[in-house]
């Protein structure tokens, strides 16, 4: 069964701390994404990946780092430099095949910082 | 800079009759639209795409119109169910950009019976 996994699904970290957010994809696909969602916003884009060992930062970058090592995984670092880090966090991937592809978006974390 | 907006933070429509969300966009670079529905605390769920070469795109229950002189695109549900409730988002690309999705702040559709 295809699709995007992401763990917790909630966290709760202490302020000061890095907390780092899985998303995972066995949809074979080379694209991935993490976005921010806040209430009553929509969803910003915070980092994204076209290919393995290659990211772009996204519109708000300030204070998180990513990784990708593997065409499956694209973890989500949240740093003690993000100023407002507790929000709900979606990770998304997309298929290159095609030129219009939609992106699938995987069941979210929503992270807590006390 | 709020590059797509949706003016209607919520609407309301009786089962059976048709909603009709709207999303108005400013970037004219913007080729590829879509409609995502999204329940609390869960990812969003794609439902209808259109591009710019279109100004129509029918899937099932689903339309989504574009009206590229206006930049504006319509999603219209018919008839709307009770299991459509939901937020619903417009979100945009452009050609050259990896696909990245801007977003709307979303319309709250509820559906009574």
């Known amino acids: 069964d295809g699709g995007i996994t992401q763990s917790p699904k909630y966290l709760f970290r202490k302020e000061g701390q890095n907390v780092t957010l899985s998303c995972e994809q066995n949809l074979n696909h080379d694209a991935m994404y993490w976005y921010r969602q806040d209430p009553g916003q929509g969803l910003r884009l915070i980092y994204y990946s076209q290919i393995v060992n290659d990211f772009q930062k996204g519109d708000i970058a300030e204070g998180y780092s990513v990784s990708r090592e593997k065409k499956e995984s694209f973890p989500l670092t949240v740093t003690s430099a993000q100023k407002n880090p507790t929000a709900f966090y979606l990770c998304?991937?997309?298929?290159?095949?095609?030129?219009?592809?939609?992106?699938?978006f995987g069941p979210g974390t929503r992270l807590t910082v006390l | 800079d709020q590059q797509v907006k949706q003016n209607s933070p919520s609407l309301s429509v009786q089962e059976g009759r048709i909603s009709i969300l709207n999303c108005d966009y400013t970037n004219s670079m913007f080729d590829y639209f879509l409609w995502y529905k999204k329940y609390p605390a869960e990812g969003p769920t794609f439902l209808i795409s259109?591009?710019?070469?279109?100004d129509k795109n029918e899937d099932g229950r689903f339309t989504v119109f574009l009206n590229k002189s206006a930049k504006h695109l319509s999603l219209h549900i018919v008839p709307s169910q009770p299991g459509d409730s939901a937020v619903y988002f417009c979100a945009a690309s452009a050609a050259g950009t990896a696909s990245k999705l801007t977003f709307g702040t979303g319309t709250r559709l509820q559906v009574t019976l």
């Open positions: 259109i591009s710019s070469i279109k």
């Open positions: 998304a991937s997309r298929g290159t095949s095609g030129y219009y592809n939609e992106q699938f």
